[in-house]
């Protein structure tokens, strides 16, 4: 059983869209700003059988329809290999990065940081809370007591 990204929050996953539509209105309490977009038919059922209520961080970028730039993006995808650990817990943290941790606009609210905060602010902000040079020093089970504390419990897999 396939389990909906959509459900998950802080899990990375990638969309096609296609044909962007923005429209707009205006309301009593100020305009409201919309842009639709074409999708494929799994696209579409992520979203038919996901939460309605959530709010979606992307990073796009705009590819052409010709195949060969399209091969281009999905090698410049292609993961690295993962940086050494430098720390006994290096593993807890990477994973947890690349789950996307660092983008949730609830860490960034948990470290008082802006919207526009960029990983490096993230891990900054950690570094100095925690008093520790390397998360990969943090012990992990410090770190989700933290967590916990600020609502972001969630923002955790479950797997680690």
Not at 32 to 51: H, N, P, Q
Not at 55 to 74: F, G, H, N, P, W
Not at 79 to 107: D, H, I, M, V
């Given at each position: 059983?396939?389990t909906?990204?959509?459900?998950?929050?802080?899990?990375?996953?990638?969309?096609?869209l296609?044909?962007p539509?923005?429209?707009?209105r205006?309301?009593?309490?100020?305009?409201?700003?919309?842009?639709?977009?074409?999708?494929?038919?799994?696209?579409?059922?992520?979203?038919?059988?996901?939460?309605?209520n959530i709010?979606?961080?992307?990073k796009?970028?705009?590819?052409?329809?010709?195949?060969?730039?399209?091969?281009?993006?999905e090698?410049?995808?292609?993961?690295?290999?993962?940086?050494?650990?430098?720390?006994?817990?290096?593993?807890?943290?990477?994973?947890?990065?690349?789950?996307?941790?660092?983008?949730?606009?609830?860490?960034?609210?948990a470290?008082?940081?802006?919207?526009e905060?960029?990983?490096?602010?993230?891990?900054?902000?950690?570094?100095?809370?925690f008093?520790?040079?390397s998360?990969?020093?943090?012990?992990?089970?410090?770190?989700?007591?933290?967590?916990?504390?600020?609502g972001?419990?969630?923002?955790?897999p479950?797997n680690?």
């Amino acid at each position: 059983m396939n389990t909906n990204p959509l459900d998950q929050p802080g899990k990375l996953f990638h969309v096609e869209l296609l044909n962007p539509n923005p429209t707009g209105r205006k309301t009593k309490e100020g305009p409201i700003y919309r842009v639709s977009f074409e999708v494929d038919k799994d696209t579409y059922d992520l979203f038919m059988d996901g939460r309605s209520n959530i709010r979606l961080y992307a990073k796009m970028c705009v590819v052409s329809d010709t195949e060969e730039e399209q091969q281009q993006i999905e090698q410049s995808e292609k993961p690295s290999k993962p940086k050494p650990s430098r720390g006994p817990y290096g593993k807890f943290y990477q994973t947890l990065f690349k789950n996307g941790f660092q983008y949730a606009p609830q860490t960034k609210v948990a470290l008082d940081l802006p919207n526009e905060a960029t990983e490096q602010d993230v891990k900054e902000a950690l570094y100095k809370l925690f008093e520790v040079k390397s998360l990969t020093e943090l012990d992990p089970s410090r770190f989700c007591e933290w967590a916990a504390e600020k609502g972001l419990a969630s923002l955790i897999p479950k797997n680690l």
